[in-house]
């Protein structure tokens, strides 16, 4: 008899800087800023007498009365909280529930009592496995993934997914990352030999979203550019796939390291292939945290003039902010501000630096007692870290960050952000203008797309501040117009932050 599995990928359990908890917030339908990857893999990799239905929670709510037999929970540790509270109502329900993702291979212990199979790592290599002994009744407690090649991993069934609802696409073409970054978890996870796809495994999921809709696409690597020879072999690729599209051009987005700009051939790759935003993690102009934490890459360099290499390439860059590093006393809070106000980087992703499970920073903080067991690991959360400062007093750290974020995102200091970044925006380099047509024309709006139009419409009537800004910025705009597709993206991500900033009642007006 055939079997069945839910798999479910659940909201994360704050409004984040990239989520979009803004929209539902505002009256509209719920929306994901970001396609989840995970659930459509892993549907993919079930045999095909198996029945595979998928919930994405930050789309739709979780169906608690399904007839599956199996319920498959994936997540990071910023879903944590819903991952367990799901699980349990399944298990309350009698169902067999599985928990996997990057949180249960991180903190096995605590995902472990919270459901009947754990399946730590990677996945790939013990899917089959995995589906055989559902398919039998006799599974094993905990399965344990390696790291596979990743010509391994499937097309990904995005006809199982609710693409009309989510504003990019997304891909992964590598995991890994060969940095040491005290904080981070990835090589933890992923490990510090990057690990490629195909370039044609690549393309073929390309055109897999492109026909579902997608005309953005989120490159989920976690350094796209580390490796420059294969970076250039993929973006040659996607170069030709963009221009091969007869309709509309697909814009990218992805991670990469601020070392990437001293490569000015690889930056006008990267435009050229449709790359038009790239996250960095600039974490902080303080050289002495920056060497504290293993950041060596973004150490003696001109970080303003690093990031103006990607603007003039007509890249726009997010940027990664970290307050509360060891070597960071009073004065970080200031510096960090005036930093950010110096640079045409208008969003920045601003938290407590906090110490990840199975991280080298979580164990040096274990060892020397400054672990804080009530408070989050949760990167980029700013209200809250699990970490005891050494210069500066807890009190001290949340106030100032409070202080900091609501002056990075004043109206008045945003808004000279984004004037500066319109203002040295370079000629744009990407598909879309490689033949010098305009962007808008033949464009097919998505009901995601018209509800993000729809919501930029209101940020004005926030306040007489909010105004000002949206008509300063606009006669920007009306000077270069082609990068009016940029601000519009930095407008909904302001909006999002806003947001995110009051459900944490974290908006002081006050502070402004």
């Known amino acids: 008899m055939a079997k069945s599995v839910y798999l479910i990928n659940p909201a994360s359990d704050f409004p984040t800087y990239h989520s979009g908890e803004v929209y539902a917030g505002k009256g509209y339908e719920s929306i994901t800023l970001i396609a989840d990857l995970a659930i459509p893999t892993i549907a993919a990799m079930a045999p095909s007498d198996f029945d595979v239905r998928l919930c994405d929670q930050n789309i739709s709510p979780v169906d608690f009365d399904t007839s599956a037999d199996f319920v498959g ?10 991952m367990k509270a799901i699980a349990e109502e399944f298990r309350q329900r009698g169902k067999v529930v599985l928990i996997g993702g990057p949180y249960a291979s991180l903190s096995p212990e605590i995902a472990r009592p919270h459901c009947d199979i754990l399946v730590r790592g990677e996945i790939e290599d013990i899917a089959a496995d995995l589906f055989s002994d559902l398919q039998s009744g006799r599974w094993k407690a905990e399965y344990v993934g390696n790291k596979p090649d990743l010509s391994r991993s499937p097309l990904p069934k995005w006809g199982l997914y609710p693409n009309e609802r989510a504003v990019m696409g997304t891909v992964q073409t590598s995991r890994g990352c060969p940095f040491e970054c005290e ?23 390309l055109d897999e979203l492109y026909g579902y809709g997608y005309r953005a696409v989120f490159l989920a690597d976690d350094n796209f550019t580390v ?30 390291s601020i070392d990437a700009a001293k490569d000015e051939e690889l930056l006008q790759m990267c435009a050229e292939a449709g790359l038009t935003n790239i996250f960095i993690g600039i974490e902080t102009p303080n050289e002495d945290s920056l060497r504290e934490t293993k950041k060596r890459q973004n150490l003696k360099i001109n970080l303003v003039d690093q990031v103006q ?50 991280t080298p920073l979580h164990e040096r903080m274990a060892k020397e007692g400054r672990l804080v067991s009530e408070g989050s690991e949760v990167a980029a959360m700013p209200w809250s870290t699990n970490i005891i400062p050494r210069q500066l007093t807890h009190e001290q750290l949340l106030d100032g960050i409070k202080w900091l974020c609501n002056k990075l995102y004043h109206p008045s200091a945003f808004g000279e952000r984004v004037v500066r970044f319109i203002d040295k925006l370079g000629k744009r380099r990407d598909p879309q203008h490689a033949d010098g047509r305009r962007y808008s024309r033949n464009r097919n709006f998505r009901p995601v797309d018209l509800a993000g139009l729809d919501l930029l419409s209101k940020l004005e009537r926030f306040g007489p501040h909010e105004r000002e800004m949206c008509s300063r910025i606009s006669k920007q705009v009306l000077k270069k117009p082609e990068a009016g597709e940029f601000v519009a993206v930095m407008l909904l991500q302001y909006m999002q ?16």
């Open 227 to 256: 490796y420059r020879a294969r970076t250039r072999e993929l973006l040659e690729a996607l170069r030709d796939w963009n221009l091969r599209q007869e309709q509309e051009k697909v814009r990218f987005v992805t991670q990469a």
């Open 497 to 512: 932050i806003r947001y995110m900033y009051e459900q944490g009642q974290f908006w002081e007006s006050y502070l402004n």
């Open 73 to 82: 929970i994936t997540g990071k540790i910023t879903q944590w909280g819903h």
């Open 309 to 358: 290499c990607f603007v003039e390439q007509g890249i726009s860059v997010t940027g990664g902010m970290i307050v509360g590093f060891d070597s960071d006393g009073p004065d970080i809070f200031e510096r960090q501000y005036e930093f950010a106000m110096s640079t045409s980087i208008p969003i920045f992703s601003l938290g407590a630096l906090v110490a990840p499970a199975a």
């Open 183 to 205: 904080f981070c978890d990835v090589i933890q996870y992923l490990g510090r030999k990057q690990r490629h796809k195909p370039v044609n495994q690549v393309l073929a999921e």
